[in-house]
């Protein structure tokens, strides 16, 4: 088998075309800025077009006092009945009946479905500090400081108190005095008796 040499040469326009390196390609200087009236955003790492931003937490909005400040009420509801006497402290909202005496330093408000009234050995059915009435009392109210009558009130009965606020459509039925001579004159006052009992003790111990 016979082989002929041949001499081939590559044409000129037949070499192959190499690819311009990394090196050699421009890039123009603007493509790394940021585009024009857009500022970049910082993610809390290393910004890209500048030093990350410090982050810095949002601020809890204060809690006001009325969501951390409860007061404190002692509540008879509408269906507890008490006969005789009813003592408290602070405040009592009065929603249910009561027949007899409610005492106490504190502010009593009777509510639009309570019935007070006054016991058969005793016209005086409230002596408290204040008063709101919303229901119904039937019989004498003294407080040393403040009474207020709501458009729902109904009142049959005496009243003593140093200030008073009657609200237009409350139903009042009875006497009314005003001021801090009034309350004192109505307070009862210790017996004679019971004074004298007293002195005579002290004057066994000394």
């Not at 002929?4 to 590559?10: A, E, G, M």
């Not at 249910?96 to 009234?117: C, P, R, W, Y």
């Not at 009862?188 to 111990?205: D, I």
Request: glycine share 8%; charged share 20%.
């Amino acid at each position: 088998m016979a082989f002929n040499n041949f001499n081939h040469k590559r044409r000129p326009d037949a070499e192959q075309k190499t690819s311009p390196s990394l090196a050699d390609t421009s890039i123009p200087a603007d493509w790394g800025a940021p585009p024009v009236g857009v500022e970049p955003v910082s993610s809390g790492n290393d910004g890209l077009y500048g030093e990350p931003s410090p982050y810095v937490p949002a601020a809890a909005d204060p809690l006001s006092s009325e969501s951390t400040v409860v007061a404190a009420r002692n509540v008879l509801n509408a269906d507890v009945s008490v006969v005789g006497k009813l003592r408290f402290t602070d405040d009592l909202l009065v929603d249910g009946t009561v027949e007899g005496e409610i005492s106490s330093d504190g502010i009593l408000t009777v509510g639009k479905n309570a019935t007070i009234q006054a016991g058969a050995d005793n016209k005086v059915a409230i002596h408290t500090q204040s008063a709101i009435i919303h229901g119904r009392v039937t019989g004498d109210i003294v407080v040393t400081d403040r009474i207020e009558l709501s458009s729902t009130a109904e009142l049959v009965g005496d009243v003593s108190a140093a200030r008073i606020s009657i609200q237009e459509g409350a139903v009042f039925i009875g006497n009314c005095h005003v001021g801090s001579a009034s309350v004192a004159a109505t307070t009862p006052k210790k017996s004679s008796k019971t004074s004298a009992l007293k002195e005579e003790q002290a004057n066994l111990l000394s």
